[in-house]
């Protein structure tokens, strides 16, 4: 199963898989504002602070990288909101 990014205007891309989005989930839990919001809420409207915070945040390594990176690309990129998705809940 996929993670996939959405926005106002649809489907934006994969985004991680299962594992790669735990990881992601488990490392942003330990930061704080829009990062930590992001992965609890599924969605932000925040899309300047959420790319800030992934770009001054701490350093990520691994799967966590490649999603952190995934998920900066896609914020700057998306249109008025960046939803990550699992195409169930």
Excluded: I
């Excluded at 990014?5 to 930061?31: H, I, P």
């Excluded at 959420?50 to 990288?65: F, I, M």
Aim: contains cysteine; aromatic residues 12%.
């Amino acid at each position: 199963m996929n993670y996939c990014a959405y926005d106002a205007n649809g489907y934006l891309g994969n985004l991680a898989s299962t594992g790669g989005w735990a990881a992601f989930v488990k490392w942003a839990g330990r930061q704080k504002g829009p990062v930590r919001t992001f992965v609890k809420e599924g969605f932000t409207e925040d899309l300047a602070g959420l790319a800030k915070a992934l770009t001054l945040g701490p350093l990520a390594l691994g799967d966590v990288e490649v999603v952190r990176m995934g998920v900066l690309t896609f914020a700057g990129r998306a249109d008025e909101v960046l939803v990550v998705w699992d195409g169930l809940g």
